[in-house]
Structures are given as C-alpha cells and as structure tokens.
C-alpha cells in the first residue's frame, strides 16, 4: 500500500478576496477573473497531481450560477476526478464566504481537461487515480 504522502495530490485549494479592480459596474466580480482563478487551481491541481509540466486543453461547461461580489472571500477548489492515459479532468468549483457571518454559497462551477508535457512538450502519461 502506498503511503498517503507519496499518493498524488488530487485536490487544491485557493482564497481570494475580491477587491474594486476584480470587478465589473455592478461591483460583481468579471467572469474573466472567475475564469482565470478557475484555471489556475485546475493548473495547480493537474500540476501536483502529474508531477509534469500541464497545459490547459479544454473548459467545459462553467455555470455562474450566483453573482460574487466585492468585499466577499472566494474559495476555489479544483479536483483530479477522471484521468485519461495523458490528460487529467478536473472539476472547479468557486464558492463565496460571507466574512462577518460565514455563510458559504456555490457559485461557480466548471470543468477542465488539462493535459500533461514532457520536456520536449509532447503529451506524457499520468498515473491513475488512487482508488476511493
């Protein structure tokens, strides 16, 4: 059995908070930023989880379901959920925190097919994913 620490990493985590230059004329954050931090954690996720260089292939289907607005804490939270034999899909989702009272709302989701590079960047393999 392989240990936890040396099974690769399938989930990453980052927070933001939204300030004015994040946002559009209603004071809700651009879906371009939404994008682009979206991307980021499935990049970080594919990254850890491959061990190789990975590029953006493909994004799938992002639902904003809620407006963020500014002032809000943001959480995104990208996971490794399929793996192919070189690309790796994963499975973003962007939730909001209110600071003063806690409340936690989904309002983003999406998915993206990150593909892994070798050093002369042609596609690798990846491992599969752990069983669970």
């Not at 190789?52 to 943001?74: C, E, K, M, N, W």
């Not at 393999?125 to 069983?131: I, N």
Request: with cysteine; net charge negative; hydrophobic share 45%.
């Amino acid at each position: 059995m392989t240990p936890a620490s040396d099974a690769p990493a399938v989930e990453a985590r980052m927070l933001e908070i939204v300030f004015p230059d994040h946002t559009n004329h209603l004071g809700t954050l651009f879906g371009g930023q939404a994008l682009a931090w979206m991307d980021k954690a499935a990049f970080i996720a594919a990254s850890r989880y491959a061990r190789r260089t990975v590029v953006t292939a493909r994004s799938d289907q992002v639902d904003f379901r809620l407006p963020i607005r500014q002032g809000q804490l943001v959480e995104t939270i990208a996971r490794v959920v399929e793996v192919g034999s070189t690309s790796m899909q994963v499975q973003v989702e962007v939730f909001t925190e209110d600071l003063h009272s806690g409340r936690r709302e989904l309002c983003t989701r999406g998915r993206f097919v990150m593909v892994a590079l070798d050093e002369a960047g042609a596609p690798a393999p990846v491992p599969a994913l752990p069983p669970g």
